[in-house]
C-alpha cells in the first residue's frame, strides 16, 4: 500500500464519509494513554492522533513506524516543536521493521491492521506483542463485521467500497479484515474494554498484554529505555 497519493485529501475523504465518527474512535481510549512512557505507534497516518496524544502526555517517547513518505510530512508538521523531540519517526514497512522485543508499555493502530491479509497480519502482531512489555496496553481502531444480518450487511457494503477506495488509490492488496481479534488474543493478550459506533462497524478495543506472573510488573514511572535500531 501506498498511501502518498492521497495523503493530503485523507482527512477530507474520511469527513466526508463518515463525519468525525473515525476521530471518536481514535480518541475513545486516549484518557488510558496518559501515563505511558514508552510508545510504539503504527500507521499513524496524517499526524491527527500523534497530536492530540502528545498534548495530553507530556512525558512519552514515541516511535512512529508509517509506510507513507507524504503522511509522516504531514504529520510531522502538525506537532508543535517542543512535541516533536519527543518523536523518532521511521519510514519503514512495518512487516519488516525491526521491533525490539519488550520495549514499549503502549502500542497504538488505529484503522491499520486492516491493511493486511491475514497471514501478514498474523506475523506482525505475534511480533508486536513480543515488543509489548508484559503489562503493556496496546490500543486498537478498526472496523469489523458485529453479528446481526442487517449490522454485518451494513458492514460488508461499507468495507466494499473502502477496500475497493483504497486498491484504486493506493495499490492496498488485502482484500477483507484480517481476523485481527483472534489473532490478538492467539499472541496472548486479553481484551480489557471495548466500544462500538455506527451500528458495530467501528470499534475501539482496550488490550492488555498480562503481566508475567513472576516478574515485577512494569508501572508507566519504571520503564528501561529501549532503543530503536
Ligand atoms: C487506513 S490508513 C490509517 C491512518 C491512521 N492511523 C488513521 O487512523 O486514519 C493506514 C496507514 O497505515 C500506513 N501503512 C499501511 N501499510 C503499512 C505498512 N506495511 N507499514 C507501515 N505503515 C503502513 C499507511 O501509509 C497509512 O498511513
Request: with cysteine; charged share 20%; glycine share 6%.
Amino acid at each position: 500500500m501506498n498511501a502518498d497519493p492521497i495523503a493530503a485529501f485523507y482527512r477530507w475523504i474520511e469527513y466526508a464519509a463518515f463525519g468525525k465518527a473515525l476521530e471518536r474512535r481514535r480518541f475513545a481510549f486516549l484518557s488510558r494513554a496518559a501515563r505511558a512512557r514508552r510508545v510504539l505507534i503504527l500507521g499513524e497516518g496524517d499526524g491527527r492522533f500523534l497530536a492530540r496524544f502528545l498534548a495530553v502526555n507530556d512525558a512519552a517517547q514515541v516511535d512512529v513506524v508509517e509506510a507513507s513518505a507524504a503522511m509522516l510530512a504531514l504529520a510531522r508538521e502538525r506537532l508543535p516543536a517542543p512535541a516533536a523531540r519527543r518523536v523518532r519517526f521511521h519510514h519503514q514497512d512495518a512487516l519488516s521493521a525491526p521491533l525490539p522485543a519488550d520495549s514499549y508499555d503502549l502500542i497504538v493502530t488505529h484503522f491499520f491492521l486492516d491493511c493486511f491479509a491475514a497471514d501478514d497480519a498474523a506475523r506482525l502482531i505475534a511480533r508486536l506483542a513480543a515488543a509489548l512489555l508484559p503489562g503493556g496496553a496496546w490500543i486498537v481502531s478498526e472496523f469489523e463485521e458485529p453479528p446481526g444480518r442487517v449490522a454485518r450487511l451494513h458492514a460488508r457494503l461499507w468495507l466494499s467500497v473502502m477496500y475497493t477506495f483504497f486498491r484504486f488509490t493506493t495499490g492496498l492488496t488485502a482484500g477483507k479484515l484480517p481476523p485481527y481479534a483472534a489473532l490478538l488474543s492467539r499472541a496472548g493478550l486479553i481484551r480489557e474494554e471495548q466500544q462500538q459506533a455506527r451500528w458495530g462497524l467501528m470499534v475501539s478495543q482496550l488490550w492488555r498484554k498480562p503481566a508475567a506472573a513472576d516478574a515485577p510488573q512494569h508501572s508507566f514511572d519504571t520503564l528501561p529505555l529501549c532503543g530503536f535500531p
